[in-house]
């Protein structure tokens, strides 16, 4: 084995056992410098809209910044474990917290245009109160189960005194736990997708429930969220056929392109549709918040932008204060008799127009 950091691929020490194949400089540059011009755009817009919820998907798009860019560095120095560990630990997890994105995303949207008695189980499939939480819990145990095999490999593989026969049991076991791991991530990734697609048909059943002014926009960010999750699951699914076929020994694992096609691409449109079609652009300004004041029975949002309100008044189920208008001032003597013949006749409050009667005498 050899090593060479001139401008094309590095191998030859124990580490990189954990990729089964050489890495390349030039697609570890264009990655660094994708994901990092993509970050910028999204760290731009997180607080541009003050999407604070976000705060998961961010995290995620950094471990894809860092994740390429150390993969970068341990090319240069392959003999530098914690770089190598690093870049496979980062594109490894991070998917999970472009997900979580997804899932609170996708909660925010069911609370802004479901009307209160439609949030059941039969309508959503999960009562809404519980989709974000279900999912992200169910998806931090899949992460939970990723770690441990890529910690377990980065302990054992991290250790000199090793035979070559133990290395390959370790990095069988690892494989073994990473299979797990992302064979779950793959259900609850493709529920998710279904459970979105469904909501997308389904909610056309209260169409006329829909915030006024946001009809358009909720299904433009509805469908990004069934997109950016597609595309999650895609690579997820690469990814479980990468560590599952041949017991890890196949062409996905000893080849790079499949990693970059399959992984990176995937991950670079999920940053595109979000950059493109932002959550903080669509939803109303108190869904961006981390609280959940808007799960509150009987609470009815207020529109994004005050320019909002006051051109459309009813967006994202504005609260309306009905304040009826003030009573006319009472006539006195003199203006009862310059009007003889006119009918006294009582004015709602609510009803500004006079009275019909008052123009047949």
Avoid at 246 to 260: A, I, V
Avoid at 310 to 330: H, M, T, W
Wanted: aromatic share 16%.
């Amino acid at each position: 084995m050899s090593n060479s950091t001139g401008n094309s691929t590095v191998t030859g020490t124990t580490s990189w056992a954990v990729y089964g194949y050489d890495l390349t400089m030039p697609l570890a540059w264009i990655g660094g410098i994708v994901f990092t011009l993509s970050a910028l755009v999204h760290i731009f817009q997180y607080f541009k809209h003050r999407a604070w919820y976000l705060y998961l998907l961010m995290l995620g798009i950094l471990m894809e910044v860092f994740g390429y860019w150390t993969r970068v560095l341990a090319i240069q120095n392959p003999s530098n474990n914690a770089a190598v560990f690093m870049t496979f630990l980062l594109t490894t997890l991070a998917p999970s917290f472009l997900a979580a994105g997804c899932y609170m995303t996708f909660g925010r949207i069911i609370y802004w245009v479901t009307p209160e008695n439609r949030r059941g189980f039969r309508q959503v499939w999960i009562p809404a109160r519980f989709v974000t939480m279900i999912f992200i819990c169910l998806d931090m145990l899949s992460f939970t189960i990723q770690c441990i095999g890529i910690f377990f490999l980065i302990a054992k593989l991290s250790n000199s005194d090793r035979t070559s026969d133990q290395q390959n049991q370790y990095i069988k076991t690892t494989y073994n736990i990473l299979r797990v791991g992302f064979i779950m991530q793959n259900i609850v990734f493709g529920v998710f997708t279904i459970v979105v697609l469904r909501f997308m048909f389904a909610s056309k059943a209260w169409k006329f429930d829909w915030p006024e002014s946001g009809s358009n926009k909720w299904r433009t960010l509805g469908w990004s969220v069934v997109i950016a999750a597609f595309l999650i699951f895609s690579r997820s699914l690469f990814r479980t056929f990468e560590f599952t076929l041949n017991g890890g020994d196949n062409y996905l694992r000893s080849h790079e392109w499949p990693f970059y096609l399959f992984d990176m691409v995937p991950i670079v449109f999920v940053l595109m549709v979000y950059n493109v079609a932002h959550p903080g652009r669509f939803l109303p300004s108190d869904y961006c918040t981390i609280r959940h004041g808007y799960k509150k029975p009987g609470y009815k949002g207020v529109p994004a932008t005050k320019a909002e309100e006051d051109e459309q008044p009813a967006a994202g189920y504005s609260r309306v204060s009905l304040v009826p208008p003030p009573l006319a001032p009472p006539r006195n003597n003199a203006q009862m008799s310059q009007a003889p013949n006119s009918s006294v006749t009582f004015s709602s409050p609510w009803n500004s127009r006079p009275s019909p009667g008052a123009d047949r005498y």
